[in-house]
């Protein structure tokens, strides 16, 4: 039987080396112009979840997490978490262990961040997860047991894609607390999605809303990894369209 989920992740295929466990960068730190520096640095975390706006005085009460995807290389969440964060928000990154199964991962963060709210001040919860960080985040969303409210934009993710591997389930309804936003870009500009003969983020999830992205963005095709920025400026309500953001 085809395998849809791992046709999906072969286009994000890598070879993963030996991590080198660093410290997280600070959120002062994040600068386009180091984009790829900091990248290496937030993938070359150890698993777990880590905050990275340190310096910021005061309590927030809003944590902003940012879940990547499979062989991440870190940089396409250098700008939107940046973007994101605000003098009421906690801003997190979740570095997980792509090569197991989501619901793993998803069980991680979930205890991560059962250890980060005990600080007492967090009363919301905003998850963004990527590809296949989408998936992750979407479990969640189905599964979520925690009395504060949680917001969960999956991005860019194939969250209709069957996986015999890992018993992935397509989650069918959220739970009451859950507010779930599908962010999907469009099926022939993506280059992790564009060769599968179906789009693998198109799925009804019953409760959650869902928003096909532009095909530009700045100037240029709106893909996979650009999606994360574009989602950040929409939610920001920025208007870039100044063709000045260029990836490397």
């Known amino acids: 039987m085809r395998?849809?989920?791992?046709?999906?992740?072969?286009?994000?295929?890598?070879?993963?080396?030996?991590?080198?466990?660093?410290?997280?960068?600070?959120?002062?730190?994040?600068?386009?112009?180091?984009?790829?520096?900091?990248?290496?640095?937030?993938?070359?975390?150890?698993?777990?979840?880590?905050?990275?706006?340190?310096?910021?005085?005061?309590?927030?009460?809003?944590?902003?997490?940012?879940?990547?995807?499979?062989?991440?290389?870190?940089?396409?969440?250098?700008?939107?978490?940046?973007?994101?964060?605000?003098?009421?928000?906690?801003?997190?990154?979740?570095?997980?262990?792509?090569?197991?199964?989501?619901?793993?991962?998803?069980?991680?963060?979930?205890?991560?961040?059962?250890?980060?709210?005990?600080?007492?001040?967090?009363?919301?919860?905003?998850?963004?997860?990527?590809?296949?960080?989408?998936?992750?985040?979407?479990?969640?969303?189905?599964k979520w047991p925690l009395n504060v409210p949680v917001e969960i934009h999956t991005i860019a993710a194939p969250l209709g894609a069957r996986s015999s591997r890992c018993n992935y389930k397509v989650p069918r309804s959220i739970e009451s607390n859950v507010a779930l936003r599908q962010w999907r870009t469009i099926h022939e500009l993506d280059g992790a999605f564009k060769k599968l003969p179906r789009d693998p983020q198109n799925i009804e999830i019953k409760g959650s809303f869902s928003t096909r992205l532009p095909e530009t963005y700045r100037g240029r095709r709106l893909g996979h990894n650009w999606s994360i920025s574009w989602v950040a400026d929409n939610i920001m309500n920025i208007n870039r369209d100044d063709g000045g953001h260029k990836m490397k």
């Open 3 to 142: 395998n849809e989920f791992l046709n999906v992740i072969r286009f994000f295929g890598c070879l993963v080396g030996s991590l080198t466990f660093g410290n997280p960068p600070s959120l002062e730190e994040f600068d386009q112009g180091q984009a790829k520096k900091i990248g290496n640095q937030l993938m070359g975390l150890e698993y777990g979840l880590y905050r990275l706006d340190v310096d910021v005085e005061g309590m927030p009460s809003t944590m902003v997490i940012g879940v990547h995807g499979y062989a991440s290389r870190g940089l396409e969440w250098v700008y939107p978490l940046a973007t994101l964060d605000s003098d009421s928000t906690a801003t997190y990154f979740f570095r997980w262990d792509f090569s197991r199964c989501a619901d793993h991962g998803a069980e991680s963060l979930l205890s991560e961040i059962e250890e980060h709210l005990q600080t007492g001040s967090i009363d919301f919860i905003k998850i963004f997860g990527h590809s296949y960080g989408g998936v992750l985040a979407a479990i969640l969303a189905e």
